[in-house]
């Protein structure tokens, strides 16, 4: 697992303690090096350390780890119809307060259907992460500023595993002494879960939850388009959202309709696959232009560059770099807009349809997907008509009201680039460049 640090304090990542009597009853993933899963038959914890708000990219990383859960919940709901999930661990967030991240996380709650289940019951402490400021005023002695306490750990559960909660404690005092973090641990008394092991049970834990597919073979291309047209059919409704949209309601049904759109095409993927087919490669370029990409914009998207660079020498430290690169971007995203709408009258667009199929007849094969999951091979495969008719709508209403949905555009990076091995950490930290897309 590669970290997401290149220099300083790395985060702790996730871990599980098993008995060892259970380990081969028990299946566990490591998603990321922030999100896990351990599985017991139905029930599913989830544990995640989400990142801190703060970084310029944080509200942009924080979605990416949100984007994650989520497309890992569909996987689950893929493989069984009714789980226990659990969702616990730093969220690094608080349940009601004003900022991005406790916007995301209440999407979250929301759309899923889960419950905060660590509001419910009395606590005796109404923290769970403490930390004491201090400084020295000699050699021997060290005095408190302040103490910061904060409620940023959280317990989320779907309804299925919601009765089965008898507590949920924050330890403190006593239970809590052994504990040397400074976030104090949670515990969850769960019931009545039905776990029943069968001895002869061996759960695999390398296996993902993911399963590949020969887009080669054409026998799967006309299984996949005719499967996938049927399930369109039966989830028309669904679509018929965009015929109600208006300005005040378009994220939400443009990001759920999208949402949609890609679980029903892994859905049909699982349906038809198997677990030992094979993807093959192909090496296709594509090369992305824009009519508004010019030699003015090249030199804000450098200086952009040069001002993050700056910044990341002075090892993030610097006020005054940080505001020349927040100066930086915004002057690269206003001029941006401003050649957008000089080269665009967004009240007459129309998004031809047939267009749309030629372009997804273009896509190339083997490309990486999204955190969505979806590939070029899904769409250039499926039911074109229908894919192509959704996807020109979707694009119009988005171009018409100048909305975006959540996570539209959130690049999932696998493999970082090789760097020299005769650097130490701080220059290869340097060589790594920020893009605006």
């Keep these: 697992m590669t970290p997401e640090y290149s220099i300083g304090r790395p985060h702790g990542g996730t871990g599980w303690v098993i008995n060892k009597k259970l380990q081969k009853y028990i299946k566990i993933e490591f998603i990321s090096d922030r999100i896990s899963v351990c599985q017991i038959n139905e029930t599913y914890l989830i544990g995640v350390y989400m990142n801190y708000e703060g970084p310029v990219d944080s509200v942009v990383k924080f979605e990416a780890l949100v984007s994650q859960i989520l497309n890992l919940i569909d996987k689950i709901h893929t493989s069984n119809n009714e789980p226990n999930i659990c969702i616990l661990g730093d969220f690094n967030t608080y349940l009601n307060r004003n900022s991005n991240f406790t916007e995301i996380f209440n999407l979250l709650v929301e759309n899923e259907s889960l419950i905060v289940v660590d509001y419910l019951f009395t606590q005796t402490i109404d923290f769970t992460y403490k930390q004491n400021r201090s400084i020295k005023k000699d050699k021997d002695k060290i005095e408190t500023i302040n103490t910061v306490r904060s409620r940023i750990d959280h317990v989320l559960v779907n309804e299925n595993i919601a009765g089965k909660i008898e507590q949920v404690n924050i330890l403190s005092g006593q239970d809590h002494q052994s504990n040397t973090s400074d976030h104090c641990a949670i515990r969850i008394d769960l019931n009545h879960l039905q776990i029943n092991i069968d001895p002869k049970q061996n759960l695999v834990s390398n296996v993902k939850l993911t399963k590949k597919f020969d887009w080669n073979d054409v026998n799967n291309q006309e299984a996949y388009a005719e499967s996938l047209r049927h399930k369109l059919f039966k989830k028309k409704n669904i679509f018929l959202k965009l015929n109600e949209t208006n300005s005040n309601n378009l994220k939400i ?11 029903t095409m892994r859905e049909t993927i699982d349906e038809i696959t198997s677990l030992n087919s094979n993807t093959k490669s192909v090496n296709n370029k594509h090369v992305k232009k824009n009519k508004w990409w010019d030699d003015e914009m090249k030199t804000l998207k450098q200086k952009v560059n040069k001002a993050y660079l700056q910044w990341k020498h002075s090892e993030f430290t610097s006020e005054e770099f940080e505001k020349q690169l927040k100066i930086e971007k915004n002057n690269f995203r206003k001029k941006q807009r401003q050649k957008i709408n000089e080269t665009l009258d967004i009240s007459t667009i129309k998004v031809d349809q047939n267009t749309i199929k030629e372009i997804i007849k273009e896509l190339p094969n083997g490309k990486s997907v999204g955190f969505g999951d979806v590939s070029n091979e899904m769409v250039k495969y499926g039911c074109l008509e229908e894919l192509s008719e959704i996807i020109a709508k979707l694009i119009e209403q988005m171009i ?32 790594t460049m920020v893009f605006i897309a």
């Excluded at 049904?253 to 679980?263: A, D, F, R, Y």
């Design 400 to 431: 018409k009201y100048n909305q975006m949905p959540y996570l539209f555009n959130v690049e999932l990076v696998r493999n970082m680039p090789v760097l020299k091995h005769n650097l130490d950490l701080k220059q290869k930290a340097q060589q």
């Design 253 to 263: 049904n443009i990001t759920e309709l999208i949402n949609e759109l890609g679980s």
